[in-house]
Every structure is written in C-alpha cells, then in structure tokens.
C-alpha cells in the first residue's frame, strides 16, 4: 500500500480530503451535455478521451438534471474513496448501476431536502410580494400568514417526513374555506413568464452565437414582440392570445414582416421548451399565409438594358457605375457589392475574373453562410467593360484605398433607387423596382433559361454545398458557372429589341 507524503485529490471534484491511498483511476471533472433536449452526463477519466462514460439524466429540465447529476456525483466520489483501487470499469458500471436505479424515480420523489431549499425560493418571493405589491389589509394578512406556513413547513421538512401535497395543500387549504379563493399572487408559486424575460433568457444563452447585425435585428424583433405581448404570462398562454398578437401586427405591417416576427417567436419558444422554461406553446402555423406578395418586382430584360446603358455612360472613375453593373451581371446584394475591397477582385488560374463576397475584413459582413461565394464577372454582358472596371480596381489599390466603394450602403441605395433608375428607365419606371430587384432578374432570368438549381444557387448563394471556389475543390466548378453566365447574359442581351 503506497502511502502519499502529501496530499492530493482523488479526483477534479474532491479536492479537500485527505485521502491516503494513491487511486487507480483519476476522474476528470464530470461533463454535462444535451441530445434532443434531454441532459446527459459523462464521466471520464483524466488525460484519456477513450475511457468515457455517459448516462441520461432523464430530464429536458435543466435544474432536475443538475439535482441528478449531483447525486450521481456523490455516489461516484464515495465509492471511489471506499474503493481508491477500483478500475475505470468498476467506476463506470457503478455510474451506469446507480443512474438506473437513482433516476428510475429521481423526477418523481425528491428527497425532503431538496422541497426545503425549493421553499426556501418560494419564502423569497412572497417576501418580495408583500414589499413592492399595494395589497390590501386583508391581502397583506394572507401574505403573512402564508410566508408563516412556509416556515413551518421548512420546519417539519426538517424533522418527520411530510407528503410534499400535504404541504401544498396545508398552504392552499386555509384560503379555500368558507368559499375563499386563494389570491393569485399565492396561488401561483412562480413569477409570470413574459416574453421579455423569455426573450432576455434566450439571449443570455443564444446571443453569443450570432453575428452582431444578426443580433441587432433579433433585439429589435424582440423588442416588438414583447411591446405586443405585454405582461402576458406565457405559462398559461393560449392560441387565441398569439392569433391576436399576430392580427394586431398585420394592421400596420406587411405579411411578410409580420411572419419574419412570428418566426423569431417561435425560435424563443423552441428554446424555451427544450430548456424547460415552456411545457407547450401554440405557435403552429401562426404565420399568414396571404398578402405575401413582394413589393419587390423583378426588371424587364429590356429595363435591365437600359440600366447597364445608363451606368455605361457614368465616368469609369465614379463607383456609380460599378455599382450598378456589378448588381446586373451578378446578382450581389447591395451590401455585398458595397462592402466589396480590391483584395475581393480575383484573377484565378483559369484567366476568369471574379468576385469574391465573403466577410473577411472589418465591418464586413453577409447574410449567412451560405452566402460567401465566388461570382465570375461576365465581359460584354450588356456592355459590362471588363477591362474599365480592372483599371478602376488598380487606380483604387494605387491610392491605397482598399474598399472600392466611393459611398456608403445607405446613400448608394438612396441614389439607385430614387435617381438612377427612375432617370435609366424614364416612363418605364414603375414602383417597386430597386437595387434588391437586379437580384431578382438574375435569378428569375436563370430560371426561365432553364439553368440547373445548383448552379443557380452558386451564383445567389442561397444554398450550401454550392460554393464556387475552385481552390477548396468543392461545389459547382468556377469555370462551369462562368461559361453559364457568359452564355446566359450575352445571349439574353442579344435578344431584347
């Protein structure tokens, strides 16, 4: 028997008994995890990432799971200091024997110690009540007598065991007499639920995993959200409460905006139902399904013609006329063509002249991503000049400008909308029509030629598995897109009157 000079930890966990035996095994600190909700826990040993054990904790509720990976923990520890010389499998069919047993009805009995600090909880609560809320005399006596009760049942949990419904009906019995109802602030043990608190849980956990405009945009939502749902308690929310929600959000706001909302309501409520903090919401098929016609129109082939025409005769040095032919041939949104640097215009092996749309650099950034894509630049379609645009790109880089925006996002949609088009197109501009609407030419342009899905999605980056970038090796070839686009522009330009 080795005997240590000093002491030691058996395992990550116990750190403060003087254990005298050397262990077998040293334990890493037990991991918790979750699959399809439900919480698991794994034991492993330290330094190996083979020697693992995981058990199901049985439960999507994160404290219930806690709670039983705590007592799992206490057995393991007291096992391994009555057994220091016990293997990782002995440890790990302990773990395994005692989950079976110890959870086959961990969610249902809970020891009296454990009520006691959930009481303990509920004491506090009505302290707070009885400090902030105007109650009346007799309001302020049951709030009394109430947080009376609870200290003499944190007594007697303390000493005989006592029925946990015994002691919720003790607490409930005494406004149920003579016809009394028991006050809603008591009869409810938990606070309400609103979607702002909902919403600031949510974002406590998920915030950190989205881009900061995405974040932005969720905020707002949320904040809209939360105007419209008030002080509801969604515990006890019903169909008719979102169905009213949502029709009072379509009085002053488009379909489309309307379910770009309800969908952000309902990745809260799925994270609440998983986390434990919702048991059922009745978001279903919430989102309107008429009046979701875009005020975005597509252009006219003929109305893309006069455009690229109008940005022709623009100066070569002014952006102006980058900006509108790089939206015709290929498809970027405004803030991808905006955002774009002279390390973004790319000249691959091939010869093939491109634009790369990612968010490598600051300030940049892009919808998703999916998004990130190489778009091939099409000489000659619609009388797009190549070359011009290539002089552009170096006249930039030899003023040691690096973004080839001479404007910001904002005012370049300002002036696209409310002068170019207007001015390119004269008594064929229609309302409706904006930068967004050059996207939707393309892609509607590509669909009626036929073009296959894959390599349409390449070039609007709308879908993964299909980025165009011949150095990775992966989706639609850069050469196949760019032949695609060369005969799908040239010729669709060839043949507008």
Known sequence: MNIL???????????????QLRPTTRLAKLYHYRRNGIYYLRLRETG??????????????RRAAMDASQRLAETIKAFHLDHP???FSELKEHLVWMAENLLSSAHEVHSLRDWGDLYEDVKTNLAEIAATMPLSVDQHEHVMNAKQMMTAAQARLQGDSVPLVKIIRDLEGSYGQAGETVPASLSVLALPMTFETLSGLYLADRGQDQKPSTLKETKLCHGV??????DLDLLRHSRADLVAMRDRLHATRAASTVNKLIVKLSAVFAWAVENGHLVKTFDKKLKLTKGLESTRKAFSQAQVVKVMDYASNLPETSWKRWLLSLGVITGGRLNEISQLTTSDIQTLESGIVAIHINETGEGKSIKNKRSERLVPLTDGAYGFDLAAFLRYVEASTAKGENSLAQIGYKTAGDWANRQAFPEALGEDHKSGLTYHS?????ASLMQVKGVPTTH???VMGHASGTITFDTYGSGVPVEVIAEMLKGLLANSALSVP
Request: no cysteine.
């Open 5 to 19: 000079v000093e002491r030691r930890p058996v395992t990550s966990a116990v750190t403060s008994f003087a254990v």
């Open 438 to 442: 050059l996207r939707h030419s393309l």
């Open 48 to 61: 190996s990432t083979i020697r693992t054990a995981s058990v199901s904790l049985k439960t999507t509720d």
């Open 225 to 230: 959200l939360s105007a419209q749902l008030g």
């Open 85 to 87: 010389k016990a293997t």
């Open 456 to 458: 349409a999605q390449a």
